[in-house]
């Protein structure tokens, strides 16, 4: 699980940091809202923390402006702010569950786990996959950018859902071939190259926000940048 901790107090963050990683998750961290924005917009993540008073852009306003972007990443607010008001706005906001700080180490890691399983099944169930002004419709087997439709071979099909699926997540050449091909990687031949560049042409050509990005010696991955 890659969890994400937006906490402008340092100790505090540490903490947190510390006690999820010791259950085996990837915790990243940020310290103003600003950049938590930036960070939840361009890797995905199975679970967001949030603080409410934060620099630069609060808990609520941002959840509010993550929510509004089509972000479905389950949010869980930790603050100080206890009252029922806090919590209330917490959950306008966009919020998917609120925990008042100081709290049991052990309830924190419960709730995450429940988020995490109830977006999972969300997403299995889920047949559009979005990213910025992408979608691309399971169901009809379409997709569209910005509301054009994009004619896809059947494999550029299965290789933009691959992506989309993992976006925010580098995927190597070899996990291409045997999730897609269901092939054992052939490091002689190019034709994951070639095809990765099929999509380029159909989906980031004629757009100014590229999502389909090289990590050179490593592979490729899915975001906005």
Same mark, same amino acid.
């Given at each position: 699980?890659?969890?994400?901790?937006?906490e402008d107090e340092p100790k505090l963050a540490g903490f947190l940091k510390r006690g999820l990683e010791e259950q085996s998750w990837e915790v990243?961290?940020?310290?103003? /809202?600003?950049?938590?924005?930036?960070?939840?917009?361009?890797?995905?993540?199975?679970?967001?923390?949030?603080?409410?008073? &934060?620099?630069?852009?609060? $808990?609520?306003?941002?959840?509010?402006?993550?929510?509004?972007?089509?972000?479905?990443?389950?949010? &869980?607010?930790?603050?100080?702010?206890?009252?029922?008001?806090?919590?209330?706005? /917490?959950? *306008?906001?966009?919020?998917?569950?609120?925990?008042?700080?100081?709290?049991?180490? %052990?309830?924190?890691?419960?709730?995450?786990?429940?988020?995490?399983? %109830?977006?999972?099944?969300?997403?299995?169930?889920?047949?559009?996959?979005?990213?910025?002004?992408?979608?691309?419709?399971?169901?009809?087997?379409?997709?569209?950018?910005? $509301?054009?439709?994009?004619?896809?071979?059947a494999k550029e099909f299965a290789l933009l859902e691959y992506l989309m699926r993992n976006r925010g997540r580098v995927v190597s050449r070899v996990?291409?071939? *045997?999730?897609?091909?269901?092939?054992?990687?052939?490091?002689?031949?190019?034709?994951?190259?070639?095809?990765?560049?099929?999509?380029?042409?159909?989906?980031?050509?004629?757009?100014?926000?590229?999502?389909?990005?090289?990590?050179?010696?490593?592979?490729?991955?899915?975001?906005?940048?």
């Amino acid at each position: 699980m890659k969890i994400l901790i937006v906490e402008d107090e340092p100790k505090l963050a540490g903490f947190l940091k510390r006690g999820l990683e010791e259950q085996s998750w990837e915790v990243e961290l940020a310290y103003d /809202g600003q950049v938590g924005k930036k960070m939840a917009s361009n890797y995905r993540f199975d679970v967001i923390i949030l603080d409410v008073n &934060l620099p630069l852009l609060n $808990g609520y306003d941002l959840a509010k402006q993550l929510r509004a972007d089509g972000l479905t990443t389950p949010i &869980l607010f930790l603050t100080a702010l206890g009252t029922i008001d806090d919590k209330l706005d /917490g959950f *306008e906001a966009g919020g998917d569950d609120y925990l008042v700080k100081p709290f049991e180490f %052990r309830e924190l890691i419960a709730r995450i786990k429940v988020l995490s399983q %109830r977006n999972s099944v969300r997403e299995q169930s889920s047949q559009v996959l979005t990213l910025a002004d992408l979608e691309l419709n399971l169901d009809e087997k379409v997709a569209r950018r910005g $509301g054009n439709r994009i004619d896809l071979t059947a494999k550029e099909f299965a290789l933009l859902e691959y992506l989309m699926r993992n976006r925010g997540r580098v995927v190597s050449r070899v996990d291409i071939a *045997e999730q897609v091909w269901d092939i054992r990687f052939d490091t002689g031949t190019n034709v994951i190259d070639v095809y990765i560049n099929f999509l380029r042409k159909k989906v980031d050509k004629d757009y100014p926000t590229k999502l389909i990005h090289t990590v050179v010696g490593m592979g490729y991955i899915f975001k906005e940048e």
